[in-house]
């Protein structure tokens, strides 16, 4: 049998869109003759007539109305592949489609963009905020290259666990689970609980409401959310206790409302990148090489001061006055419960019995060209200062 020719069904395409072989001739820069010749090649193929013509009109018959959508299909998938290999010709590793979780996108973006461009100058970053759901139907139907969210390893998927962090829970200042350090699960017993959106992402809203059932609390959902921007002026007006994701918590400083860590084992979130196993764009190796050292290097683990940090096995959240909460990006210390708190400076920290302060590099050197005259008294750790 031979095979059919993308020319044929081109025609096939004209013919049925001008119902005229002249015009449809024209619109191909070919002669009527050719159309009609070839267009006569594969209705001896098929077995039947594609088109009923007459001297007036030209119109498709049941078998050219079934073999249309088909052709359609097969010269649009056929430019489809051409215009792929003609922009890997242009740009090798072209463009990487990413998705990511509202929260998460921005850190990994400053951490990873840079490395990428360094290592693939010519890739081009189509980054998309989607929920977790929604990527991972991206990913299954090619519309999505990497995704980073919240979520277990799934099958016919290959993912690498970026960090694990820890749920806390978001509680008025006024509320007296906020004298609390840490939330025992069996605390929340039918207290009303704000979660996430299950449609949203089925894994987190089950691994959390799952894990305080298993340590004793009797769970009353009162309200699934789609952000934590809809949590917290819930939060804030006693009527429900929020339980969100530290990377959340921290990117959302909210002013009377404070979070708490879990008592152990403290529930934890995984943070995962997942692409499809036979993924072709050149840039997701790439990338994903880029995420694993990062990983390694502890750069994922930014946390929440005053809350059980990311656990990675390789970094510790920094040290600070419990009470204050961190935005992303090494943002400022914002004040968040019990009053304002303000962070001493590491400096100025208790050292043994003394409690001495290290004034700048610059203030000790001009104290030393004045002499112990102008304050303080040379030591051997530097100028001894006043006492906070």
């Known amino acids: 049998m031979r095979a059919?020719?993308?020319?044929?069904?081109?025609?096939?395409?004209?013919?049925?869109?001008?119902?005229?072989?002249g015009r449809a001739a024209a619109r191909m820069h070919v002669t009527q003759q050719s159309v009609s010749e070839q267009i006569?090649?594969?209705?001896?193929?098929?077995?039947?007539?594609?088109?009923?013509?007459?001297?007036?009109?030209?119109?498709?018959?049941?078998?050219?109305?079934?073999?249309?959508?088909?052709?359609?299909?097969?010269?649009?998938?056929?430019?489809?592949?051409?215009?792929?290999?003609?922009?890997a010709v242009v740009a090798p590793a072209g463009e990487l489609r990413f998705g990511h979780a509202e929260d998460l996108g921005p850190r990994l973006f400053q951490l990873a963009v840079p490395l990428l461009r360094a290592r693939l100058p010519e890739v081009r970053l189509a980054p998309s905020p989607?929920?977790?759901?929604?990527?991972?139907?991206?990913?299954?139907?090619?519309?999505?290259?990497?995704?980073?969210?919240?979520?277990?390893?799934?099958p016919g998927l290959a993912s690498l666990l970026?960090?694990?962090?820890?749920?806390?829970?978001?509680?008025?200042?006024?509320?007296?689970?906020?004298?609390?350090?840490?939330?025992?699960?069996?605390?929340l017993s039918q207290q009303p609980i704000i979660v996430n959106e299950r449609e949203l992402n089925p894994w987190l809203h089950d691994h959390i409401v799952g894990h305080l059932r298993a340590h004793g609390a009797v769970v009353?959902?009162?309200?699934?959310?789609?952000?934590?921007?809809?949590?917290?002026?819930?939060v804030l007006t006693c009527a429900a206790i929020g339980i969100t994701v530290a990377a959340s918590a921290a990117?959302?400083?909210?002013?009377?409302?404070?979070?708490?860590?879990?008592?152990?084992?403290?529930?934890?979130?995984?943070?995962?990148?997942?692409?499809?196993?036979?993924?072709?764009?050149?840039?997701?190796?790439?990338?994903?090489?880029?995420?694993?050292?990062?990983?390694?290097?502890?750069?994922?683990?930014?946390?929440?001061?005053?809350?059980?940090?990311?656990?990675?096995?390789?970094?510790?959240?920094?040290?600070?006055?419990?009470?204050?909460?961190?935005?992303?990006?090494?943002?400022?210390?914002?004040?968040a419960v019990r009053g304002p708190v303000t962070e001493r400076p590491a400096a100025c920290r208790p050292r043994g019995r003394a409690r001495r302060c290290r004034r700048p590099a610059s203030a000790r050197r001009?104290?030393?060209?004045?002499?112990?005259?102008?304050?303080g008294s040379r030591g051997r750790g530097g100028l001894r200062g006043v006492r906070p």
């Not at 990527?135 to 799934?154: K, P, T």
């Not at 009353?220 to 819930?234: A, G, K």
């Open 251 to 335: 990117a959302r400083p909210f002013a009377d409302v404070v979070y708490r860590p879990f008592t152990d084992p403290c529930p934890l979130a995984d943070q995962r990148i997942a692409w499809r196993r036979d993924t072709t764009a050149p840039a997701v190796p790439a990338f994903v090489e880029i995420v694993h050292e990062l990983r390694d290097a502890g750069a994922f683990v930014l946390g929440v001061p005053g809350l059980p940090g990311p656990r990675d096995g390789r970094a510790r959240s920094p040290r600070t006055h419990p009470g204050a909460v961190r935005t992303p990006a090494a943002g400022p210390w914002w004040p």
């Open 366 to 375: 001009w104290q030393a060209r004045r002499g112990p005259a102008a304050g």
């Open 4 to 21: 059919v020719e993308l020319r044929q069904l081109e025609y096939v395409i004209a013919v049925a869109k001008e119902l005229h072989f």
């Open 162 to 187: 970026v960090v694990r962090e820890p749920f806390v829970v978001a509680v008025a200042t006024g509320h007296p689970l906020a004298a609390e350090d840490a939330i025992d699960p069996a605390r």
């Open 40 to 87: 006569r090649r594969l209705e001896h193929q098929i077995g039947a007539p594609l088109f009923t013509r007459t001297s007036r009109r030209v119109t498709l018959t049941a078998v050219g109305e079934a073999f249309l959508p088909e052709a359609r299909r097969t010269v649009a998938a056929a430019r489809h592949a051409l215009d792929a290999g003609r922009r």
């Open 130 to 154: 989607m929920t977790t759901s929604d990527q991972l139907n991206a990913l299954d139907d090619h519309r999505l290259d990497i995704g980073f969210g919240y979520s277990e390893a799934r």
């Open 220 to 234: 009353t959902i009162h309200r699934e959310i789609s952000s934590l921007d809809r949590l917290l002026p819930l």
